[in-house]
């Protein structure tokens, strides 16, 4: 295995962290171990394995070489304790949200988290007797307004999709712990390139690796990394008996992804801020949200927590929701699509796809307007996104 060292850089940690050559042949890309099950040398090793005495495999649901790179190599990133790869980040998510609570807990989160991570929430979850109250928890105040005797979990995405409202990891860590809850941070917008919420305190962080971690619109997946060895091993359970585990295919596609998370993030973010710019001058636009910018109104809770802007913009024309639809369906290099994070640029509607499954009302107190437009910034030039852009903002 390639020596990592804690001084490494960001860069070569995603290359390098979780791998070395295969011991058999010598490759150097990380074999698929495309199998279900695993030969026992004796019948001792077998229940030695199941009795958790032995590390060997047994099963791809509970575990496999290839799965097990991915997750080590993300665990380096942010630097936790144990990764679970899941196969999608909505199962990282579900599991995260079944290992930590229970029947009569609450749990406090960001009114403006993806659209199913709160809907699951609060059309299933709350069959089941767990409550929740979703707030704005850049409000610092109103996130402690918000914890009950019974608050188990702070769940907080920063920055927030698609409004890009920033939260501070370390005071909602004080608040959490301080209440005797934990922790957990969706990581997905920025990745572990730009964001360790471990250093500002979290317990748990959750990623769709779909997005920025694998960056090539080919693979669903999510992620979830604990900060301890307890939390792990609950997790882990929970995780490996609801069956939401990736498939090692899977698995390598990611791994080849985050070889190149540095470049396709310093090359997709310097082109968002020359976006940003072009876009906040313009006549047609009405307002927009960015990190980088310093109209922004968290730029500098962005410099302090972030190591750098990201590569999503926020933003609203003139003309409400019909002079968006406009925009949308005139791009000739931007695509028509939901997600985030990869090579191309996107562009989509929140209020009627992402966020489509909450109520208009609690959308609306999100600060999802009807005339939000999100914009996921890939790795073509720049001069050629603002192109299509300004032709399209003259189609309004």
């Known amino acids: 295995m390639a020596h990592i060292t804690p001084n490494c850089g960001k860069s070569t940690r995603a290359i390098h962290a979780g791998q070395s050559p ?4 010598g490759a150097l890309a990380p074999p698929i171990f495309q199998t279900s099950t695993f030969v026992f040398p004796s019948v001792q090793t077998g229940a030695a394995r199941f ?3 032995d590390p060997g495999y047994i099963y791809t649901r509970l575990g496999n070489p290839t799965t097990r790179m991915l997750e080590d190599n993300v665990c380096a990133m942010e630097g936790g304790f144990g990764a679970l790869a899941t196969a999608s980040g909505m199962a990282a998510v579900t599991s995260t949200y079944f290992a930590l609570l ?13 659209g199913p991570s709160r809907v699951i929430m609060e059309r299933e979850f709350s069959r089941m007797g767990v409550k929740a109250a979703f707030v704005d ?8 307004a918000a914890f009950t005797p019974a608050t188990k979990v702070l769940y907080i995405e920063t920055p927030a999709n698609p409004t890009l409202k920033l939260t501070d990891i370390a005071a909602c860590s004080q608040i959490a712990h301080r209440k005797g809850a934990l922790l957990v941070v969706d990581n997905t917008f920025c990745s572990p390139y730009l964001q360790r919420p471990f250093e500002k305190g979290a ?8 997005k920025f971690l694998n960056g090539h619109s080919d693979v669903v997946g999510g992620i979830i990394v604990a900060s301890t060895q307890p939390l792990y091993a609950r997790l882990r359970s929970c995780l490996l008996s609801l069956g939401g585990t990736m498939d090692p295919h899977q698995s390598w596609l990611v791994l080849r992804g985050t070889k190149t998370l540095a470049a396709r993030i310093e090359w997709a973010q310097k082109s968002a801020l020359a976006i940003a710019e072009v876009l906040e001058g313009h006549e047609k636009v009405e307002w927009i949200r960015y990190p980088g910018l310093k109209s922004h109104p968290q730029h500098d809770l962005a410099r302090r927590q972030q190591d750098g802007p990201g590569c999503i913009i926020a933003f609203g024309v003139r003309g409400g929701l019909e002079a968006g639809r406009r925009v949308m369906e005139s791009v000739r290099l931007a695509s028509l ?7 191309e640029t996107l562009i989509e509607h929140p209020a009627s796809m992402t966020h489509a499954g909450m109520p208009r009302a609690g ?18 030039n720049a001069e050629d996104i603002i192109a299509d852009l300004k032709q399209a903002l003259a189609q309004i």
Not at 102 to 108: E, I, K, N
Not at 337 to 343: E, F, N
Not at 363 to 380: K, M, N, P, T
């Open 203 to 210: 317990d748990v962080v959750v990623h769709s690796v779909t």
């Open 51 to 53: 009795a958790g005495e």
């Open 102 to 114: 229970s029947a009569g807990d609450h749990m406090v989160g960001t009114e403006a988290v993806y």
């Open 337 to 343: 699509a939901v997600s985030l994070g990869g090579v």
């Open 137 to 144: 928890t850049s409000d610092l105040a109103a996130v402690e």
């Open 22 to 25: 295969d011991p058999a042949f």
């Open 363 to 380: 959308r609306e107190a999100a600060g999802i307007s009807d005339g939000l437009i999100r914009l996921s910034v890939g790795c073509e």
